[in-house]
C-alpha cells in the first residue's frame, strides 16, 4: 500500500468518526432539552393585578405550572406563605406574574424589615404619639382602625378651666406598640404608642397638641366616616348640660324706602319798598300852599 492510499483512508475513517460524533452529540443535547423542557415547577402567581402597597389576599394569588428553568431566584410555591402574614407589595405585579420575595416587603424578622415606610400613603406622614391604656382605647387598637383624637387643655386666657375638644376625625391607625422610657429615678416604664396616618398639616396639629394637653381616642365604627358637629366640651357645659347656643340667624335687613315730604311752599310776596313822599312848598305872592307828591307822580 502505497503512502498515498494509507494517507486517503486516514482521512476517511477521521471524517466518518466525526461525522458518528457529531452524531451522538446532536442526540445528547436534544434528549437533555427535552428532559429539560418537561421538567415543571408549581409557582405561586398573581390571579389579578395586584397593584402596589397591597397587602395580599387568598383571592388575589393562585398557583401554576412554570418551567423549571425559568424559575427566578426568591419565587414562592405555597400561597399560605403570601396570605398568611399578609404580605404586601412594594411593585405592581401584574396577572399571571409569578410573585418573588423582591416585589415584597421583606418578612418581619428578616433584613430590612421595616416596612412602615411601606404603608404610608404617598403625600401623607407615619405620626407616633405616646398614650396610656386608657386613651388607647384599652389595647382594642389594632392596624387599619379609625379614630378621632381628643385633646384636653386649659384654656388660653381663662385661669382654672380647661377643654375638652375633637381636633382629629376618622385617621387611620397604621400600628400600635410600646416603647421604654426612663423614669427620673431612672427605672424604666412601658408606654404604649400608636401610629397614625396623616396629612403633613395635620402631622403639625398633632404634633402640637400633644405638647399642650393630654390625648385620648376614640375607636370609629369600620363603616362610619361621617364628620361629627361636636363643638368642645368645658366643665361648665358638663355641670350644667348646657352647651353653647347656637348664634341665630341674621335676617337680612329689609329696604325701607324712605320718603322725604318737603314742606308747602309759602307764597312769596313781593317786599314793597315804602313809598318816598316829596313836600313841596309853594308860594304864589302872598299865599303859600304845601303840596306833597311821589316819585311816581313826580315822572308823569
Do not use: C
Not at 405638647?211 to 361648665?236: E, V
Not at 350644667?240 to 308747602?264: D, F, M, N, Q
Amino acid at each position: 500500500m502505497t503512502r498515498q492510499k494509507t494517507v486517503m483512508i486516514v482521512t476517511a475513517l477521521a471524517i466518518v468518526f466525526a461525522v458518528v460524533a457529531a452524531g451522538l452529540v446532536y442526540n445528547y443535547l436534544r434528549k437533555e432539552d427535552q428532559s429539560k423542557a418537561g421538567k415543571v415547577q408549581n409557582l405561586v402567581v398573581a390571579a389579578m393585578e395586584i397593584p402596589i402597597g397591597t397587602k395580599i389576599t387568598e383571592t388575589m394569588v393562585k398557583t401554576a405550572p412554570w418551567p423549571s428553568e425559568s424559575v427566578q431566584p426568591g419565587s414562592v410555591t405555597d400561597p399560605k406563605a403570601l396570605t398568611g402574614p399578609g404580605r404586601i407589595t412594594i411593585k405592581t405585579i401584574a396577572a399571571g406574574e409569578p410573585i418573588t420575595e423582591q416585589k415584597l416587603v421583606p418578612a418581619a424578622g428578616s433584613a430590612g424589615a421595616g416596612f412602615m415606610t411601606y404603608r404610608v400613603p404617598p403625600g401623607h406622614r407615619a405620626v407616633t404619639v405616646a398614650v396610656n391604656e386608657v386613651a388607647g382605647v384599652a389595647g382594642f387598637l389594632s392596624p387599619d382602625n379609625k379614630v378621632d383624637v381628643v385633646l384636653t387643655t386649659p384654656i388660653p386666657g381663662k385661669q382654672n378651666e380647661s377643654i375638652s375638644k375633637i381636633v382629629l376625625q376618622n385617621v387611620p391607625v397604621l400600628a400600635t406598640g410600646q416603647i421604654a422610657q426612663e423614669q427620673k429615678d431612672g427605672k424604666p416604664i412601658v408606654v404604649p404608642t400608636v401610629t397614625l396616618d396623616l396629612t403633613p398639616e395635620d402631622s403639625e396639629k398633632l404634633v402640637l397638641a400633644a405638647s399642650k394637653g393630654s390625648l385620648q381616642l376614640l375607636l370609629r365604627n369600620f363603616s362610619d366616616a361621617t364628620p361629627a358637629a361636636a363643638r368642645g366640651a368645658t366643665i361648665g357645659k358638663v355641670l350644667t348640660g348646657i352647651s353653647s347656643p347656637e348664634k341665630p340667624a341674621v335676617a337680612a335687613p329689609s329696604t325701607v324706602r324712605i320718603i322725604r315730604l318737603a314742606p308747602p311752599r309759602k307764597a312769596k310776596v313781593k317786599a314793597t319798598a315804602p313809598s318816598t313822599v316829596y313836600t313841596v312848598d309853594v308860594i304864589r305872592g302872598k299865599e303859600r300852599s304845601t303840596k306833597q307828591f311821589t316819585p311816581a307822580e313826580s315822572g308823569r
